[in-house]
């Protein structure tokens, strides 16, 4: 994914591709002003949600945008089992294997409660198209 990622951007000189573990950015050095994640926060698990963005949170200035966007609840939905923590799991076959893949889809008041503590100017928005969005400004 980073290289055909990197083939479409070769022309723009002030990207930049790293790879990282998302719960430690261990290898993301310095502040920077933005963040912005496409269906990412369905694979966070709740109990980790908080340790994630306390890690982001810290890369980032304060007053930076961050934007997440995920997709809502699907036909797919009925399906998922749920773990101890209260994941979502749905299931794959893929390559003759069986996968349990982590999939939340978080409501409005779920993510105010987890961003309370990182986040102000907090807007959650819904679209027809099948996705939610929520952005915010980092404390
Ligand atoms: C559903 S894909 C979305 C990819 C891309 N944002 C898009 O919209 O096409 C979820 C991505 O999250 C990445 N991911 C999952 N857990 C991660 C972690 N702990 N650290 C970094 N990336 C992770 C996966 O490798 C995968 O590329």
């Not at 990282?20 to 694979?43: E, Q, T």
């Not at 980790?48 to 699907?74: T, Y």
């Not at 099948?130 to 404390?139: A, E, I, P, Q």
Request: glycine content about 6%; overall charge positive; some cysteine.
């Amino acid at each position: 994914m980073i290289e055909e990622a990197g083939k479409r951007l070769a022309h723009l000189e002030n990207v930049l591709f790293k790879v990282s573990d998302a719960y430690s950015l261990s290898n993301i050095a310095g502040n920077f002003n933005g963040a912005f994640a496409v269906l990412f926060w369905c694979h966070i698990p709740r109990e980790r949600r908080r340790e994630f963005l306390s890690v982001l949170c810290n890369k980032l200035e304060s007053g930076s945008p961050v934007v997440f966007v995920g997709q809502l609840p699907d036909n797919d939905v009925q399906s998922h089992s749920t773990d101890h923590y209260g994941n979502k799991l749905a299931h794959r076959r893929a390559a003759g294997k069986d996968f349990s893949i982590l999939k939340n889809i978080p409501d409005r008041n779920e993510l105010l409660a987890d961003l309370k503590a990182f986040a102000v100017d907090i807007q959650y928005n819904r679209y027809s198209s099948g996705f939610w969005s929520v952005s915010w400004k980092t404390v």
